[in-house]
């Protein structure tokens, strides 16, 4: 938006989608923060006896497949996989016809910090402990950076 020339753009919001540790859509998600519950526990994504810190904020039962296609769903990092799952959330609670709007004038937006780092955590054992270079997957850095586009 630029304010110094007057020219104000518009963006209204429509619908949301969330995949929290407190919560796999909006509903459990917002029930769960009122409430006051913690989605800290535990790690269980790996064995973390070696670590001093054994609790984190993981997702769990997370299904991918609820959302994607399953040989989509394999080219992605999770990180990439929650994105896909809260937008897709997101354009079904905006009840927006795609068949009659803009497409131009629409779009879903989500971000994240960092990335695939569950992809490269892989790859990286792969290669230090499954014999190098040759045992990293073809999809190593589309995995980390992948994100979709539809129409």
């Known amino acids: 938006m630029n304010i110094k020339d007057g020219n104000r753009r518009r963006v209204v919001v429509t619908g949301i989608g969330a995949v929290t540790p407190i919560g796999l859509d909006v509903a459990e998600f917002w029930q769960n923060a009122i409430s006051g519950k913690s989605g800290v526990a535990n790690i269980t994504y790996f064995d973390a006896s070696k670590y001093d810190t054994k609790i984190a904020a993981e997702l769990k039962g997370f299904n991918p497949l609820n959302f994607l296609e399953k040989k989509e769903a394999n080219r992605m990092d999770p990180f990439t996989q929650y ?4 937008a897709s959330m997101a354009l079904k609670d905006s009840e927006l016809n795609l068949d009659v709007v803009d497409h131009d004038r629409i779009g ?24 190098g270079p040759h045992r990293i997957s073809p999809f190593f850095v589309l995995r980390c950076l992948y994100a979709h586009s539809t129409r």
Request: net charge negative.
């Open 83 to 86: 994105g896909m799952a809260s």
């Open 108 to 131: 879903v937006v989500f971000g994240s910090g960092i990335g695939g780092m569950l992809t490269w955590h892989q790859q990286m054992q792969n290669y230090y402990e499954a014999g």
